[in-house]
Every structure is written in structure tokens, then in C-alpha cells.
């Protein structure tokens, strides 16, 4: 983790971007996710399907797949 300047403590969360560059979108996943009182399976398959063009292309469509069956495995019991 990068360590935090003077400057950073009066920046919000979501204008010090750690990593790359695939979240740097209008409106961030997270808020969003927060917004709409989604749940870790929800929250995740948000996350993936917002940033597969940037940063991990199919396999990130893949691992929303894979939260979306676990979801429906959840919602089926």
C-alpha cells in the first residue's frame, strides 16, 4: 500500500486511486454497490461486469458468471 502525503488526508476515498486505472469511472462500483444495499454476491458481480473492458476482459466476465451461479444457488435454497 502506497504511504498516505498530507495532501491525500483532504482527498475523499474514491480521488486516491490505488492500482490501476479500471475504476476510474464517473460513478464508482462501490457506490453503487452502497447505494443499492447489495449484498457481497450482488456487490461482486457489479465489480467484475464494470471493469472487464479495463482490466481482465473475459476472465472478469467469467468470475461475475461465477458469483451470478452462486447468487442463484443462494436464491434456489
Known sequence: ??????EDRWLGVNEQQIGG????TEIQPW???LA???????????????R????GGVQ???KADHYLKKLIETEEK
Open 60 to 62: 472478469d466476465l467469467y
Open 31 to 33: 457506490d453503487f454497490i
Open 1 to 6: 500500500m502506497s504511504k498516505q502525503t498530507a
Open 52 to 55: 472487464y473492458r479495463n482490466k
Open 36 to 50: 443499492n444495499n447489495l449484498s457481497f454476491l450482488e456487490g461482486n458481480i457489479i465489480k467484475y461486469i464494470c
Open 21 to 24: 486505472e479500471h475504476y476510474l
